[in-house]
């Protein structure tokens, strides 16, 4: 808390307070470029020549939206994309943007995608937002809270106090992305410790823990632009998250997310007997 406190002395609040503003335009931006185009007929890419990484008109329409936004207010901050080519500008802030995490759902009328912005300062995520535009939900991190928006209120957004795996709720994306040395048997054990299980909710599993639905959270090779947003809202209220090794989550690598730290470390224990050492 310490050095947050001391991150958020450096940016100042006029900062803080413009970052928020900008959180919320941008994504007001990017539902007007996904939403009319959500469960409709629309064409889809593969960006893949071997396998399948569907993107569509809405994550480019979208993250060019956001792009646009942030510039208005910050044309010196650098941009990260999924879609378009970085902006680097040597500043010490840069947005991460995935415009639509969870394609894959988008393209099947699934409402369990989300836009991810993110905010980081010297590397370090200060601000974040995951917006579906479908359900009407945003939940937002900025100035060290947490809190979900819907229909006009705001929610303050607490993570569960779960700290035993056989209580616990567990989420990943699928277990098929599981395919690095011992990884699956990992992931299996893990699993079989835990009350329950499910799978496929991307962005908005983290959001379902920072609200106190979901204890766990366990993905590999994730990008910086799918973890990016959702560490200050997980931190902001309550959780924790990191990679598998301890570090640092921002730049993206083998996730974990938990309520507390104490089932962090439950499940990391299960895991590592699988894992290389």
């Known amino acids: 808390m310490a050095e947050s406190t001391t991150l958020f002395a450096e940016v100042g609040e006029t900062t803080l307070n413009d970052i928020r503003s900008v959180l919320l335009a941008a994504a007001e931006a990017a539902s007007a470029e ?25 994550d480019r329409g979208a993250e060019k939206a956001i792009r646009e936004v942030i510039a208005k207010t910050f044309p010196d901050h650098a941009i ?63 100035h060290g809270r947490a809190e979900l928006i819907h229909k006009g209120q705001s929610t303050p957004l607490i993570a569960s106090d779960a700290t035993r795996l056989g209580l616990s709720t567990l989420f990943t994306t699928t277990p098929a992305l599981f395919t690095g040395p011992g990884q699956r048997a990992g992931f299996d ?32 090779r994730m990008n910086t632009y799918d973890i990016a947003a959702l560490v200050p809202i997980i931190e902001n209220a309550g959780g924790v998250v990191a990679t598998w090794d301890g570090e640092r989550p921002e730049s993206g690598g083998d996730i974990i997310a938990a309520a507390t730290p104490e089932l962090m470390e439950a499940a990391l224990e299960v895991m590592r007997r699988h894992l290389p050492a």
């Open 80 to 142: 990260i994309g999924e879609e378009w080519d970085d902006k680097l500008t040597g500043s010490h802030f840069a947005w991460i943007i995935d415009p639509v995490d969870g394609t894959r759902a988008f393209v099947s009328g699934v409402p369990v995608w989300g836009t991810l912005i993110g905010v980081t300062y010297n590397g370090r995520a200060i601000a974040g937002l995951m917006a579906q535009p479908f359900t009407g939900e945003t939940y937002l991190a900025s």
């Open 34 to 58: 996904t939403l009319p185009l959500f469960r409709s007929r629309l064409d889809i890419d593969n960006k893949l020549t071997s396998g399948y990484d569907p993107v569509t008109e809405a």
């Open 189 to 220: 054990a893990l699993e079989e410790e835990v009350q329950l299980s499910r799978y496929g909710t991307d962005c908005y599993a983290y959001c379902l823990l920072a609200a106190g639905h979901v204890d766990l959270i366990v993905e590999p």
